[in-house]
């Protein structure tokens, strides 16, 4: 099972970028699916999660500007992040428990996307 994150790049401050995260590989359900960062110098923080039933929970830090969905049938999960701030800038990591068709789950992590917002 692998996880492929994208959409990181430089933008300035007020502007949106959307991320992206691919699941692919033997894949049998998956089941929790977040967004975390990384800031330079900083511990792995929670972003967004969004159950595959539930309520979407978001760090206090994004609510209102940022917004985590998912694509059951491409095995995708977005983050939409608008009204980006200097201190947004982190390597964004999406993460997820998969249920592999052996019927083992964990929890998988894909490599990281940068996202630098300037002032």
């Known amino acids: 099972v692998q996880l492929q994150a994208s959409g990181g790049g430089l933008v300035q401050a007020g502007e949106s970028l959307r991320l992206s995260c691919t699941a692919s590989?033997?894949?049998?359900?998956?089941?929790?699916m977040g967004w975390w960062r990384q800031a330079p110098g900083g511990k792995r923080e929670l972003v967004a999660t969004?159950?595959?039933?539930?309520?979407?929970n978001y760090a206090d830090s994004v609510k209102g500007r940022f917004a985590i969905s998912r694509d059951n049938i491409k095995n995708m999960v977005y983050l939409q992040m608008n009204s980006l701030k200097p201190e947004d800038t982190a390597v964004y990591y999406c993460?997820?428990?998969?249920?592999?068709?052996?019927?083992?789950?964990?929890?998988?992590w894909g490599q990281g996307t940068l996202v630098t917002v300037s002032s």
């Open positions: 993460n997820a428990h998969i249920t592999t068709t052996a019927r083992s789950g964990a929890y998988y």
């Open positions: 590989g033997s894949i049998f359900r998956i089941n929790d």
């Open positions: 969004i159950p595959s039933g539930g309520n979407i």
